[in-house]
């Protein structure tokens, strides 16, 4: 069978993306704790990877790689909890256009922790980026919850982004020795974990009307890295990465239509200046990687 476009099936999988968000955002808005919906939507996913990994006769990797997954779980679960708490104080397009701001924190937690070099021109689309960051949070979002916190919404959303860049650059370090599978399999089974404890020592069920949505939300998880491995795997991801930012649409649609959410025009020029930015880092980091490897290779020719 033939498959759509990459293009196509990267969109499809920024509206699963969205989906999570949208449902998790109702699932704790409906009165289940963060951290009990964030380890039921792992252990709920884990249970699906276990169950495809043991069918399709996957070796387990080494003790070093576990143990290296471990402590990339923490960076992924800090992420994956403050992210869902944020969505329960500010808008669901204000969390997503500010989450865009992971992928500036990329080439800086690269330099320190992998020792990448950072252009001038990345350090100044980031500064900018960052700038375009500040004028989407100055505005405020007609619909939001009255009892919400926006500084500390704001501020766990920042901390979201760090903690999902830092494990993205984590990642990096294992993608040429594991497949897909495997490593998703960890990125599901490991936080739910790392969650057990924290659930069982606050509500370790959900509310009963939030079990489809979890179901749903481990099903769109699931769907995200899927559509995006066969998508990356077709196409070049300078070509695909910008096609991320249809999230906004997505975003703006579900919080309008399931929340009564109407960010402010501040949002959309914010969110036009991060992705400039962002746009401008990848191909910077890109047009590097090609000039790195022609060099390379003229030290070779003979």
Not at 88 to 96: H, N, P, R, S
Not at 136 to 159: E, K
Request: glycine share 6%; charged share 10%; net charge positive.
């Amino acid at each position: 069978m033939r498959l759509p476009h990459p293009i196509l099936i990267v969109c499809v999988a920024v509206f699963c993306g969205c989906s999570v968000d949208a449902l998790m955002k109702g699932i704790t808005l409906g009165g289940t704790p963060v951290i009990t919906a964030t380890a039921w939507r792992y252990i709920a996913a884990s249970a699906i990877m276990v169950a495809l990994f043991l069918l399709t006769k996957k070796k387990m990797p080494g003790w070093s790689a576990i143990r290296f997954h471990i402590l990339r779980s923490v960076a992924q679960v800090s992420s994956a909890v403050t992210f869902f708490y944020a969505l329960t104080q500010i808008a669901l397009a204000e969390a997503v256009v500010l989450g865009f701001t992971a992928a500036l924190m990329i080439a800086p937690i690269a330099r320190i922790v992998l020792g990448e070099k950072m252009s001038h021109m990345t350090i100044g689309a980031s500064l900018v980026g960052f700038c375009g960051a500040a004028l989407a949070a100055s505005g405020q979002t007609t619909g939001v919850a009255p009892d919400g916190n926006r500084v500390l919404g704001i501020a766990a959303m920042l901390f979201s982004a760090v903690g999902y860049a830092l494990n993205i650059v984590l990642l990096r370090l294992r993608t040429r020795d594991e497949d897909s599978l495997t490593l998703v399999t960890f990125m599901n089974v490991l936080p739910a974990l790392f969650l057990l404890p924290f659930l069982l020592a606050t509500e370790p069920l959900p509310q009963a009307n939030a079990w489809p949505l979890i179901g749903l939300v481990s099903i769109a998880a699931i769907g995200i890295w899927w559509l995006m491995t066969l998508a990356y795997a077709r196409a070049q991801a300078q070509t695909l990465a910008p096609f991320d930012y249809t999230g906004l649409i997505w975003a703006s649609l579900f919080g309008y239509v399931f929340f009564h959410e109407v960010p402010s025009l501040r949002l959309y020029a914010g969110a036009a200046i991060i992705i400039v930015a962002c746009l401008a880092v990848a191909f910077d980091t890109h047009f590097a990687a090609r000039r790195e490897a022609r060099a390379t290779a003229a030290e070779i020719t003979p």
